[in-house]
């Protein structure tokens, strides 16, 4: 008798490939259409004047400028109906058009690309190719969100199984509200436990959003306990769009979508301010990484020459929403450090979960100098570029931290985790660790764009001094 063949599913691409290979091929697909007008009209000589290059890199600028503003590539790519990709590509085309026809105007007429070309040959070919080829690429993408259900009832059921036919999230699982009389046999899902649990789940799973799937008549009250338990970790969390008014007065910020409930942010900014974040972190680290180069193989033959092990070190670190990654860095201490921690323990000199020591004997010669400087945090550039951190935001905590903070020192995680922050130019290992969790939450409240910049440029000095390191 044949032994029967385990059914497997497919292996999924990695989530947002379909977006950045959007991006990609839109970008290439511009600069193409532009310098194919140009030598269709003779413009396109060599040696090459300045104009032409000029009016490209800022058709592209406009282009990503724009799209970003818009969240043209965000992580919701596959849910968007074909209406909102339609407005979204036009919107964003025309913006390229309004410029490049300012441009136009400015620049000697040898230098024109005509906007004809944008019109009648971009604009449609990316649309035909978002719409036809990518919608459907991001439908084979991973899950990128994983999503507690509160609510184990009809609105439950249809809550979870609506969420796995969009394909972009994971049920982690389902917490019963005390009202709730459902078995849970038909849900999507397993149940974990009742409304009580719900603290002890946001402490250890890494929830992206938590829904609340009741009904404001039957269970008010419980749903006012999940959303302040879900305010207080920092965890997005959503509402039934018809239970609640939009006008409702709440210090988080709201949006409404296509899936039938209202989702409250965790955090001020609005998603076309996070994406032009992502898109500063983007371009930041690439470019850091490629100048940083030369200083990278400098400090590699240092560590090798003077101590014996790897170059860099790879912690396992928490991440957004508790998901777990890992951190890269320049090893600047001893093989068996964290063997040695253990013994260390009651040396150390920081309060709260995180271990510091002024004089730690596990530092290497060449470690104590990067460690000044801040040179062996430069690898956590591939980190930012990899979605994984920020340039600016808190530290990413090791998880053995996370487990002995309290619940409001949890919401410092409902952000991306960053190479620099309020507390790297704020004293560093001087001040306390309660100081350190409050100036994190003060970030957190008052993010803007132009706050980011402002820590970045004040990050400069401190590394050049290394002011507060140990």
Known sequence: MAASAEVTDPPRLAPGFAAKLNLTVDVALLVAVLMGSAWMRGALTFPMSWELPSMVVTAVLVWLITGTALCLYDSRFAERSKLDHVALVSVTTLAVVTIQAVLELALPAAAHVGLAPLLFIFWPVALILRLGVFRQVASQEAPTEEVLIVGTGAMGRYTGEDLLTRGRHKILGYVRFPEDHASGDSLPASVLGPADELERLLRTLPVSEVYIAGNTLKQGESMQAAIKLAERFGVPFALPAHSFRLDRARPVESRAVADGYLHFAAVAPKPHQMAMKRLFDIAVSAVALWALLPLFAVVAACIKLTSRGPIFFKQLRTGQHGKPFYMLKFRSMVVNAEELKERLAAQNEQTGPVFKMKNDPRITGIGRFIRKFSIDELPQFLNVLR????????????????????????????????????????????ISFEQWMYLDMQYIDHWSLTGDLRLLLQTVPVVITGRGAS
């Open 387 to 430: 979605g994984e951190m920020s340039i600016v935001g808190p530290r990413p905590p090791v998880p053995s931290e996370v487990a002995k903070y309290e619940t409001w020192q949890r919401r410092r995680l409902s952000v991306r985790p960053g190479l620099t922050c309020i507390w790297q130019v704020s004293g560093r290992n001087q």
